[in-house]
């Protein structure tokens, strides 16, 4: 199983440094991902709810520069409060630019004053999805004009650069319908601890749904160092067992998290 991490939620008082020093090191630890996670416009302060402050796609590519294996993805940027066409230019260059290491996690959002916020439609969020990822699909497979659809149809134009190979998509959520997307659009599915046997159900809805069998099962946990680290590592056995091939750990302030990496990294080195 590929153990992942998810970088802490930035702060403005956090030193941008310490984005770079924790992304090398989870290289060097053996972490396979890093995550970062995507609100535009949130009603409260970034932190435990909001995530961190800088914009997940710039971020990568800055990180990307400073690492050499390490992938980078979003958990997960939220679909319905992007435009596509500019999602889809940003993506294909920091794909091109890292050499490949980037993952494209997709949502569909839930905080409705964030929508309200910056004028999107909070009703429609799962279809706005939906027909996002099936844009995306079409722009990086060459995107020929014309292109239509349901929303974003265009008549003419020339996308580039066109990804060398595939761009892994990333479908987060718990949900039926976030299964069925990740079966229809996803390369992954990344889901939400219940339970490893919460997790092996859905695990198997998923596989029971067309192409649902071909897409990666994966979950995101927290641990903020509160628990012993053979607890975790526990879990994290407990998980693999139940199906989940990447697991990717969010280790919560950045304060000592440099620390927990190693203990978590260091405890599953012997299971």
């Known amino acids: 199983m590929e153990l992942q991490v998810v970088l802490p939620d930035e702060s403005p008082t956090m030193p941008v440094r310490t ?7 989870a290289e060097d630890l053996g972490y396979t991902t890093a995550w970062l996670p995507d609100h535009v416009l ?18 990568i590519g800055h990180l990307s520069a400073v690492t050499e294996r390490l992938r980078f993805g979003t958990s997960v940027l939220v679909a319905p409060l992007r435009d596509p066409f500019v999602l889809a230019k940003q993506v294909a260059t920091l794909h091109q630019l890292s050499g490949g ?23 429609q969020r799962g279809a706005v999805t939906d027909d996002v990822l099936a844009l995306l699909r079409h722009l990086f497979s060459g995107g020929t004009a014309p292109y239509r659809a349901r929303r974003f149809s265009y008549e003419e134009g020339v996308f580039a650069p066109v ?6 998509v ?15 659009y996803g390369d992954v599915w990344q889901g939400i601890p219940a339970g490893p046997g919460a997790f092996a159900e859905r695990v198997r809805t998923l596989a029971g749904l067309p192409s649902g069998g071909d ?3 994966a979950l995101r ?3 903020d160092g509160s628990t012993p680290v053979e607890q975790v590592a526990d879990a994290v056995v407990a ?23 190693e203990a978590l990294a260091g405890a599953m080195a012997a299971r």
């Open 170 to 184: 990333m479908i987060g959520g718990n949900s039926d319908a976030a299964l069925r997307r990740a079966a229809r």
């Open 19 to 25: 984005l770079v020093d924790l992304a090398r090191a």
């Open 215 to 217: 897409v990666v099962p």
């Open 221 to 223: 946990v927290g641990w």
């Open 101 to 123: 290491r980037v993952v494209l996690g997709l949502g569909v959002g839930w905080n409705v004053p964030e929508f309200d916020a910056v004028g999107a439609d909070h009703r």
């Open 239 to 261: 998980y693999r067992e139940a199906g989940a091939a990447q697991l990717a750990v969010h280790l919560g302030a950045y304060e000592g998290t440099l620390g927990r990496m």
């Open 163 to 168: 990804p060398e190979g595939k761009v892994p």
């Open 42 to 59: 949130p009603p409260g302060e970034y932190g435990a709810t909001f995530g961190g402050v800088y914009e997940p796609l710039v971020t």
